[in-house]
């Protein structure tokens, strides 16, 4: 009985787990893989303007079962706020909010294929005026958080 007893709340502790992390935004799967956190640094010079499509290059090539989350993190040498929009292949499909030196956005989410196929994750930067942005952008940097769920290949 108390073995019976301690398995129930082992369920109850996961179930009520799995709904945490639903309610923050964190991915999960079904099948129950676990999520997995990779942390990239991004950013670089930029040539003109406010958008910085210096890191809209190749990023992450990956396949994953469910939506991602980002967050950005803007050094602590960051003089002016910086936004980061978040692509997926070439399509851009979210933007982080507004980041003050050495602070971190809210977690954001991020559309993507359940195809089981591996995509292209890309970023770039974007300023606005303030600090020592006086209309042009012309650097950033920081990490992004992006979580996910691995899916296995199609056959």
Sequence with gaps: MARLRRRHR??????????????????SAAAGTPAKTVVFPVGGTCASGEICPIARVKLATF???????VV???PVGHCSDVAVRVFVGRRHVATTPFVSPSASSATVKVPWPKDGKRHTLGFEGVGKVGGCNVGILASWAGTLRVTYVPASPKP
């Excluded at 082992?10 to 639903?22: E, K, M, N, P």
């Excluded at 396949?63 to 989350?69: E, G, K």
């Design 72 to 74: 950005y993190t803007a």
């Design 63 to 69: 396949r994953s079962a469910s939506n991602l989350t």
């Design 10 to 27: 082992l369920v109850v502790l996961v179930v009520a787990g799995v709904l945490a992390g639903v309610a923050a935004g964190v991915p």
